[in-house]
């Protein structure tokens, strides 16, 4: 990887924050988008800019295609057996939202149970809360263990006849821990139940096979992966799609309406109504591109370097804990920590003041938090553009942050 | 001194790191008179907000407790400090006046002398995510006042 020629394609990194060149670390809640997805966003509305589906003249042709072509490299970038099982989405969040609406709702009556894991970002949680509000659906929840590993021995205890549904993360992305996941698909086939797999942190990261996995469904988000934001992939395996009911209700969902009644469209289209994010989606194409160029597995070796240095660098700090696996083969390029006596807030602003950007806060996971006895963490996440300076930059940063904070001991406490 | 120092030292000033550090005002008072529950949505902080109130219907007491940062920390015990033997009604004016400040509606100096260690948070107001750290306590003070006596009130700050 040449991280140099990499850093090129990114215009955002030669921004200055408050007079510092920016270090850009909070890539675990969205990515930076290389020139050449901001160029197709330029160039669809300035050359291609038309509505899909629908009309026959020749802008609308090749907007489509563009959509059209995006999702078939969405199939190849996830190796899905056919284009349709791809679904586009807003993000990851409404991939979710929609298996719980159009699949759990339908499918899931009164006791049956839905097993989750305690690292789910709220995501991966709210929704099922929704539904276990209104079918009287149980949820279970795998524990994690203190050092932020999937508690399997437990989870093979939650994962009955009862489950009729398991969804999990496929890395946390507030400590980084990559979980197990060909295991739990495999408990959760032994006892019959359906998977789905948040790959929000994973697919941009390694290398990912819905073939491999035999997960029914899978969710991730485009933005996190050098994408536009407002795109998001539902896949899920052909024949629970074709058995579920439509999502929104609208345009392009239906083959035929009639004032009464409607029949819905085919495969994905009955679960895309109304006009979809074409831009966006159509530009996304160039972020699987990029990675596909340099490679998953180059960018998740990247990133293990990276994060290796990032915890050898913040533990050599006074008062720093860090969070997750120590095993630094079992996480992703995430590093969470926080410092004795210091708010991740405040560790937060010190590090923007000296251009650094992290992450500070819940991270959308306040069981998890809860678990861990914090309010929040600040977190660093990497990705392909990233440098081992600017590891060292993090690490002069909240150095200067603690020596400033830490000054003078508790005056009257 | 680099930049950043100074920008830190800007923000996080001398007086406000001696607020957030002598734990003044920290904790919960026996049967209150006012209780009310703040959230900052963004961070996950809370605050719990008690009040007594004495001779006259004046606030006597005010504590606070949770988890905060030392912006949050620092102005919920300027701010205890700021109400005790204060009316109500004067309460509610400091409220309003902390509150324009800190939104930049009016100027620094337009703060009363009762808020004069209140001037410290000045810095935050470049820092509009940080804005709400300031502001959580007021919030949650002011909800509790409408709420009325003896109801405990709940405020969430907006996302």
């Known amino acids: 990887m040449d991280i140099k020629k990499i850093r090129e394609d990114f215009p955002i990194l030669n921004r200055k924050i408050r007079g510092k060149t920016l270090v850009y670390l909070d890539n675990a809640a969205t990515t930076q988008k290389p020139r050449q997805v901001i160029e197709a966003l330029v160039d669809f509305y300035q050359n291609h800019n038309a509505n899909i589906h629908r009309g026959v003249h020749t802008l609308s042709d090749e907007a489509t295609s563009m959509v059209e072509e995006s999702r078939i490299k969405t199939a190849a970038f996830i190796n899905a057996p056919k284009p349709e099982t791809v679904i586009f989405t807003r993000n990851a969040t409404e991939a979710i939202n929609l298996v719980a609406h159009s699949w759990a709702r339908k499918f899931l009556k009164a006791g049956d149970e839905i097993v989750l894991t305690e690292m789910e970002h709220h995501s991966n949680l709210v929704p099922w809360q929704m539904l276990a509000a209104e079918k009287q659906v149980v949820l279970r929840h795998i524990p994690m263990t203190p050092e932020g590993t999937l508690d399997l021995e437990a989870g093979r205890k939650l994962i009955t006849a009862k489950t009729k549904l398991v969804s999990f993360t496929a890395a946390s992305n507030a400590l980084g821990t990559l979980i197990p996941v060909e295991k739990i698909i495999s408990l959760a086939k032994v006892a019959g139940a359906k998977t789905l797999v948040d790959a929000s942190q994973w697919a941009p990261h390694r290398a990912l096979d819905v073939v491999k996995w035999d997960c029914d469904f899978l969710a991730f988000s485009a933005h996190k992966m050098l994408g536009p934001t407002g795109v998001g992939v539902l896949y899920g395996k052909e024949a629970l799609l074709e058995d579920m009911d439509p999502f929104l209700g609208g345009g392009d969902m239906i083959s035929r309406v009639q004032l009464d009644r409607f029949t819905p469209n085919v495969l994905p289209f009955k679960f895309e109504a109304g006009t979809p994010n074409i831009a966006d989606e159509a530009a996304f194409g160039q972020a699987l591109d990029y990675l596909s160029a340099i490679g998953l597995d180059a960018i998740a070796a990247h990133e293990a370097a990276l994060t290796k240095k990032a915890i050898e660098t913040l533990s050599a700090l006074p008062g720093v804990t860090i969070y997750g696996p120590k095993d630094i083969s079992q996480r992703g390029g995430v590093v969470s920590f926080n410092v004795d006596g210091l708010h991740p807030h405040d560790v937060g602003t010190a590090l923007d003041l000296e251009g650094v950007a992290v992450r500070a806060g819940h991270h959308c996971c306040q069981p998890l938090m809860n678990k861990l006895k914090t309010p929040g963490t600040a977190r660093a996440s990497f990705y392909i553009y990233n440098t081992f300076e600017e590891v060292e930059a993090l690490g002069k940063a909240l150095d200067k942050a603690i020596a400033f904070f830490m000054k003078k001991p508790a005056a009257v406490r | ?159």
């Open chain 2, 1 to 159: 001194m680099a930049e950043g120092d100074q920008e830190l030292q800007d923000l996080y000033r001398e007086v406000l790191l001696d607020y957030f550090r002598s734990g003044s005002h920290k904790g919960t008072l026996e049967a209150p008179d006012f209780r009310a529950h703040g959230i900052n949505p963004v961070c996950g902080d809370e605050i719990e907000l008690t009040m007594r109130k004495g001779e006259g219907g004046k606030i006597s007491e005010v504590r606070f407790s949770g988890h905060g940062c030392v912006i949050s920390q620092a102005s919920s015990a300027m701010m205890a400090e700021a109400l005790e033997g204060r009316s109500v009604s004067k309460a509610r004016e400091l409220v309003a006046s902390f509150k324009d400040m800190m939104l930049s509606k009016s100027p620094l100096e337009s703060l009363p002398d009762e808020l004069e260690a209140l001037k410290s948070l000045e810095g935050v107001r470049k820092f509009p995510m940080r804005v709400k750290c300031a502001t959580l306590a007021w919030n949650t003070l002011s909800q509790g006042l409408s709420a009325g006596e003896g109801k405990k009130s709940e405020f969430q700050e907006a996302e």
